[in-house]
């Protein structure tokens, strides 16, 4: 499919946000895809879930402590099928231990293929055609704090091609690039009565999780110039998860998580830096209302003596913010040293373009093939 650049520019923003969306303009939404079939099988969260493959790099560099092998994970996807038959999303990640005091090691690749496009002047009349493609390649740590507390931080390069001509109108060119940082950590109590004084209610020991990441933070990017340039899409997450079911050859994994983008606008025109718009994003346009711009996530897993796994979730956005409404199924295989995971997003729109949507992760536990 050959697209024009106007369109190229609303497919961005259709990757993230819904097509009714009232939203706010950030550049390399992209970033903002969640990179594995694990994660989307169960509703597109993951802070709290994270900590058992390389992916854990997206989800909350604080868990990576847990992964103690090397381990590597390559995700594909036809991105908004129902849309375009030539864009694609892929994701490497590589977990490298370096003790368990001493945290782990991760590095990943994210790049998103948006195709060939169709460069015109004012006529309409073509020019010529060119591809377009974004990239991301960063590195994370975790590391436990204390038995109870661990942290975590990465950062990445990001290189965004959309177009490498000027237009007449602009002297700059589509092409832009930047960084952006994480900071992470996660709650999982070894010990954690659940209670008021004098009556316990649960024993949560060694079932519980809070974790919480604030990824992409960084400058603004600048494609034309500084009185143009659109802020990362700063996002913050934060979630828990419950072990309902602990048996001996299985077990089922719960959790809910809240997502927000840290992005504030002045006005139409004007944005606040990233370190003020990390707080006044929370009540810019009145709290309530900026509540109602965070998405909410929830679902399941279920894995049988740790070589089947089956997946549910669902994915809530408000209207105002982007009407995203969908739910997610997966399902995941073990055997050796290889895994496979794929999920799909049903969503209630037949039309929607994330309707139909696959994701397939393939993963390789290096340590276990070289001992």
Do not use: C
Request: glycine fraction near 10%; charged fraction near 20%; aromatic fraction near 14%.
């Amino acid at each position: 499919m050959k697209k024009t650049l106007p369109g190229l520019l609303l497919l961005l923003v259709i990757t993230v946000t819904g097509v009714n969306a009232q939203v706010t303009t950030t550049a390399v939404p992209f970033l903002q895809i969640a990179p594995d079939s694990r994660s989307s099988g169960f509703g597109e969260g993951g802070v709290a879930m994270a900590g058992k493959d390389p992916n854990t790099i997206f989800w909350n560099p604080a868990a990576l402590y847990r992964i103690q092998e090397i381990k590597v994970s390559i995700t594909h996807s036809n991105w908004l099928p129902q849309l375009t038959g030539d864009l694609f999303y892929d994701y490497l990640a590589m977990v490298y231990p370096l003790g368990p005091d001493l945290g782990s090691l991760g590095g990943h690749i994210t790049f998103l293929n948006l195709g060939e496009n169709v460069r015109t002047d004012q006529t309409g009349q073509e020019l010529g055609r060119f591809v377009s493609w974004e990239m991301a390649v960063g590195l994370s740590y975790g590391v436990p704090v204390n038995e109870d507390w661990s942290i975590g931080t990465g950062g990445r390069f990001i290189y965004s091609r959309l177009s490498p001509f000027a237009t007449a109108q602009e002297e700059g060119r589509g092409v832009a690039s930047g960084f952006g940082v994480d900071l992470a950590f996660e709650y999982h109590p070894q010990s954690f009565i659940l209670g008021v004084p004098g009556f316990d209610i649960a024993d949560l020991s060694n079932r519980f999780r809070w974790g919480t990441n604030i990824s992409n933070i960084g400058p603004k990017m600048t494609y034309i110039d500084e009185a143009q340039a659109d802020p990362l899409p700063t996002k913050f997450r934060t979630g828990i998860a419950y072990r309902v079911v602990d048996d001996e050859y299985y077990y089922l994994d719960t959790y809910v998580e809240m997502a927000k983008l840290l992005v504030s606008n002045k006005d139409k025109d004007t944005r606040y830096p990233v370190y003020q718009a990390i707080y006044k994003s929370w009540y810019q346009d009145g709290v309530k209302n900026e509540l109602n711009k965070a998405n909410l996530m929830l679902g399941g897993e279920f894995v049988y003596d740790n070589y089947v796994s089956l997946r549910a979730g669902f994915f809530y956005e408000d209207r105002r913010a982007g009407n995203r409404k969908f739910m997610t199924y997966g399902a995941g295989i073990l055997y050796s040293f290889l895994n496979v995971d794929f999920s799909y997003i049903s969503t209630f729109e037949e039309s929607h373009p994330l309707a139909g949507t696959v994701r397939v992760t393939l993963g390789m536990n290096i340590s276990s093939v070289l001992e």
